[in-house]
């Protein structure tokens, strides 16, 4: 009896264990992750807006590593760093939500400067949007 | 006579040149109760648009923006290839119904009615919500809201079918306690620069 009980216990502890790792199992990143794909921000920018069902298809979901000119930062809601590359054209560039932890190696860099990013590609709005994004 | 209409053309040109607002980092929170735990989740790359001179309001995200805060299931999401670029935005465009109340030269907070289209997937519906917005002493403007959507039972069954087929080579979970209600509680926050070109 005092052994079932004991088993018992035990399972339970177990259960919790898991449910408590499985709830707090880190994010995915794409830190480890290989790029997909590698192109000029320019590159990426005008593929989508040249054809963007077909861009779409193609980039989202996946790990994308683009080289480009960095133009603006700043924070988001959550505190998180925005950095924006320029696309090349008028209004859109490429968008990406720096991991944290990355913004520190952004402190040497200036508007004009060209910088590599790596990232999960989410689609197009105003510009392309990478996230979970890693600078190289 | 010329120049009258010249001055004129100035002036008006003035007059309905639109005061558009902007952000590209709105965040859009949703939940959504669940048996097993709430399933929620965070977007923190949200365009949105506001003119306030029409009180046009618009904003726009991505799926694949969404991070889940149950880390399983963010995983499983982002780590299998799910489709979902045929469809791979969700779009709001509506009107601020009484726009003309807010001063927005005067720092403050208004209470508001917004009512508008929102696209979810191939889908189409009229939303109505309550919203506010808050007119910063330096310029800044903001909006938040916070509504309720009931989604359809074909679309839930989606959501539910979907993740019963990724869940499970993941983890061993039972997903019929896993599954998300028609309710889905949508919190938005935005905060808005003026538009410079």
Redesign the interface.
């Known amino acids: 009896m005092k052994k079932f009980i004991k088993i018992i216990l035990f399972l339970i502890v177990v259960l919790l264990v898991a449910y408590f790792v ?7 990143s794409v830190k480890n992750k290989d790029a997909d794909f590698k192109l000029s921000a320019t590159e990426l920018y005008n593929a989508f807006e040249a054809n963007e069902k077909k861009s ?2 193609l980039y ?2 996946k790990t994308v590593e683009v080289k480009g000119k960095f133009l603006t930062q ?5 505190g ?1 760093t ?1 950095v ?1 590359m320029d696309g090349g054209g008028s ?1 859109g560039g490429v ?1 990406c ?1 720096l991991e944290q932890g990355q913004e520190s190696k952004l402190s040497e860099i200036k508007q004009g400067d060209e910088i590599t990013i790596k990232g ?4 197009l ?3 392309v ?1 990478l ?1 979970k994004c890693v600078i190289q | 006579m010329r120049h009258i209409i010249i001055l004129l053309l100035f002036v008006l040109s003035g007059s309905i040149q639109a005061q558009e607002y902007y952000t ?4 859009v929170h949703v939940k959504s109760a669940n048996k097993f ?1 709430n399933i929620e989740a ?1 977007n ?2 949200i ?1 949105s648009v506001f003119n306030t001179n029409t009180g046009e309001i618009s904003f ?6 969404f ?2 805060k ?3 299931l ?2 499983a999401v ?2 299998r ?2 489709d ?3 469809h ?2 969700i779009k709001f465009k509506g009107k601020v119904k009484n726009f003309r109340r807010i001063d927005f030269n005067k720092p403050g907070e208004y209470n508001v009615k917004v009512h508008g289209n929102l696209f979810i997937w191939d889908e189409k519906r009229v939303t109505t919500a309550d919203g506010r917005i808050y007119v910063g002493s330096d310029g800044q403007m903001s909006a938040s809201s916070n509504f309720i959507m009931t989604i359809e039972e074909q679309s839930v069954e989606k959501l539910n079918d979907l993740m019963r087929k990724k869940l499970p080579d993941v ?1 061993n ?1 039972n997903t019929n306690t896993l599954g998300v209600s028609r309710d889905i509680i949508i919190d938005l ?1 935005l ?1 808005y620069q003026l538009k410079t ?1």
């Open positions: 499985v709830l707090n199992l880190p994010k995915s779409n298809k989202i979901g700043n924070k988001d809601n959550q998180a925005v924006i209004l968008l939500t999960m590609c989410t689609g709005l105003m510009d949007v996230n | 590209r980092t709105g965040h735990k965070d923190y790359q365009i726009e995200g991505l799926l694949r923006s991070e889940f149950f880390g399983a963010d995983r982002n780590s290839n799910l979902v670029s045929a791979p935005k983890l979970i926050d905060t070109w």
